[in-house]
């Protein structure tokens, strides 16, 4: 494999090899894991192109580029022998992976199960401000680059690391650049104003199956793809009020298209690494616990023949410790903190917390992983390899083929859909001539996906509809809330036609070699492009959502002209002389209004548009500019533009209304130029902050309405009757102006193409006087 190392790395590589590899604190000045120190990428990648240039068992790559620029590196670690024979060992694991290139039969695969080593992919700090990751992945490197412990040399000589120091590195440098400034000032331990992944947030680890980001994009392509580990390592930090640690299992649901020998083996390998860091002393750890194993935005891995174990633990105040009472202490979903239960043998008592005890909690969960992977090498290897088989010869449950017509009106979500699949290494192919299926006739040039192959449950899991099961606190009772959403229907989201076929009448359909990774097509509406596109301002202010960040996202990789504008510019007025369009992304109207409070932020970072820009928004709408709020944000439209418009399902008890991240039947008022391109219903995305709506008064018209009687497609929902037939789009006159009330989300997480046309409508108001 090629070894690329960034130009800002090269200072670092032109001093001479050295024998002594040096420490991370000879390096950066401090040891990471010390209270009030935290090491940024600039540091961090420095030290690894040392590590690599000192250690005969590290080897670096540079994978690319994150999102804003920093370089994106992957530690390759294992013995020296290893090293001396990757090529080999990478092509067995490759025939592991996909039984149908071993072809000398039980002969061969005993060979290859006697060669293979354990492939342990190892990702640290998605989440910026979870900091013990980014700082604890330098001294795992370290430690295993130089120690001869038997334990590291039984790891090095069985087990191929693949190292990811840190998947966000711009937030990484970030986080670590604003701790440091705020370091010994009331600000010290707070999070930066800002997303800290540019476009995401903390939604960059709900991104794989989309693949939208560049740190996204080069795990899966480059690490993923590339090795087909058999273990995936994510490491994480969550909330102090609970346990100090969680490891798998995880809680009911699965998703269903999850190897069940891929549930065993992480129930396993998590088990087993709470039990090392219970034999040590390490209080507080807990499975079983917080954590489901349903969604595949955050497990890329379980489609493709690996288990991914999780690892969260505790959080301080970024660097700054912090002192807890057992008192305080509350714990969460299967487990009381305060009580030893089965899962949780040996509660943490309290007392002071800190990044030493992050790290520390860290590095051993890590070691007890790689032990694991070294002591049951072989284990390993069988396991990775029947699951691969069981694919190839398909499941009972899945159909014999996925059918997708060619010539679907919606080419953006059809090129996304084909991009999301054949990225994930799913064999797609074209029908060389008509077929018939189903009933149905298809044209030649028809996509279609045979379900004999490795990674057929990736494509299952993302075209059918899911079914969510009721899962109540007790019967009757409250739902057992999912840790993510319920629902991640591709067609639905996209908006595109994908036909299970059962079985084939006559003989399988002729078929071309599989097409190559299919590009993302996004076209930009005419009506936003040229010299009289609208002119429009995105409010991104200090307490910007996520899901503005998703949005500005879109609008880029549309090519749309747009202003990023802050609160003071909101303040300063006059907005209609610069602007078209004002688009509000879900917040809500209290952090509109008032931002961070006076105090809790550096000054410039404080104070929402306050009054003086609610004044200006008013008078923006009333001056003939158009306001287009989503979800939370229609509370503050409605609120300052006096709306006779009101929530239809606000103060419901959960077990009276829930929907917790679904696709909704979405039914259209074709007569509307909002509704223009459409036809009588579409998909729409809802979940905690949607709305649905009440309207009385005639300045308000009703654009999109929630399907009567259940409007549900995918995932879950609780009383649908308080739904259904509810207003959930509309439009008002205000002035000469006028106002959009997206009640659902018409850009989740960048994924749901089907309802970006009405946002495209909503910001292309008649032109300008």
Known sequence: MRRTIPLLLAAALAAPIT??????????????????????????????????????????????????????????????????????????????????????????????????????????????????????????????????????????????????????????????????????????????????????????????????????????????????????????????????????????????????????????????????????????????????????????????????????????????????????????????????????????????????????????????????????????LENFWNINRRAVDGWASWPAAWVIPADQPNTSGLSYALNILTTGMVEVHRATASLTAEGRSFAAGTYVIPMKQPYASFAQTLLQVQRYPDLREYPGGPPIRPYDVTAHTLPLLMDFQAVPVARWTGAPPALSPPIPVEPRRFALPPALSGRNAPRIAYLKSWQESMEGGWTRWVFDQHGMRYDTIKDARVRAGNLRRDYDVL??????????????????????????????????????????????????????????????VKSAVAGLRPQDFYVPGSLLRLDLDASHPLASGYGASTSAWYWDDSRAFEVSGETVRVVARYGAGNPLQSGWILGQDRLAGKPAMLEARVGQGSVVLFGFQPNYRAQSVATWPLLFNALAPPLRQ
């Open 19 to 380: 024998a002594q590899v040096p420490t991370p604190a000879e390096h950066l000045g401090f040891e990471p894991g010390t209270h009030r120190k935290l090491a940024n990428w600039t540091q961090l990648s420095a030290y690894y192109a040392r590590l690599a240039q000192t250690s005969p068992r590290v080897t670096i790559d540079t994978l690319g580029s994150a999102m804003k620029g920093q370089p994106f590196l992957m530690l390759t670690i294992t013995s020296e022998q290893n090293h001396a024979r990757l090529a080999e060992l990478h092509d067995v694991q490759m025939r592991l992976s996909d039984p149908r290139r071993v072809t000398g039969g039980a002969a061969e695969l005993q060979r290859l199960l006697d060669a293979g080593r354990t492939v342990v992919l190892m990702t640290h700090g998605i989440h910026a401000t979870e900091v013990g990751g980014g700082q604890m992945a330098a001294r795992l490197a370290h430690r295993l680059a130089t120690s001869n412990d038997p334990k590291i040399r039984e790891i090095l000589d069985n087990v191929i690391l693949l190292q990811i120091p840190s998947l966000n590195p711009d937030g990484l440098q970030w986080t670590a650049d604003w701790y440091n400034q705020t370091l010994g000032t009331q600000h010290e331990g707070t999070a930066a104003p800002w997303l800290y992944q540019f476009y995401t947030g903390h939604d960059n680890n709900r991104d794989w199956y989309a693949f939208t980001q560049n740190e996204t994009r080069l795990t899966v392509e480059k690490a993923h793809n590339a090795w087909h580990p058999q273990i995936v390592h994510d490491i994480h930090q969550m909330g102090n009020n609970g346990a100090r640690i969680f490891f798998p299992p995880y809680i009911d649901p699965f998703e269903p298209n999850v190897d069940p020998a891929i549930i065993t083996g992480l129930n396993q390998l998590g088990a087993y690494m709470a039990a090392e860091l219970t034999a040590q002393g390490k209080a507080g750890v807990v499975i079983n616990a917080i954590y489901d194993g349903f969604s595949p935005a955050r497990a890329y891995m379980h489609y493709h023949g690996a288990v991914r174990i999780l690892s969260e633990t505790a959080s301080a105040r970024l660097a700054t410790p912090i002192t807890q009472s057992r008192e305080s202490m509350r714990g969460g979903l299967m487990y009381d903190a305060s009580t030893a239960s089965w899962n949780y043998p040996l509660p943490w008592t309290g007392g002071e917390w800190g990044l030493p005890d992050i790290v520390n909690y860290m590095e051993s969960g890590a070691l007890a992983l790689l032990t694991n992977a070294a002591k049951n090498r072989r284990y390993w």
């Open 583 to 644: 688009v509000i992304q879900s917040q809500s109207a209290a952090s509109i209004r008032n931002g961070y409070a006076p105090g809790s932020m550096p000054e410039q970072y404080t104070g929402g548009m306050g009054e003086a820009g609610v004044a200006a928004v008013k008078a923006f709408v009333e001056q003939g500019g158009r306001l287009i709020t989503m979800e939370a944000a229609t509370d503050f439209a409605i609120d300052v533009l006096g709306l006779p």
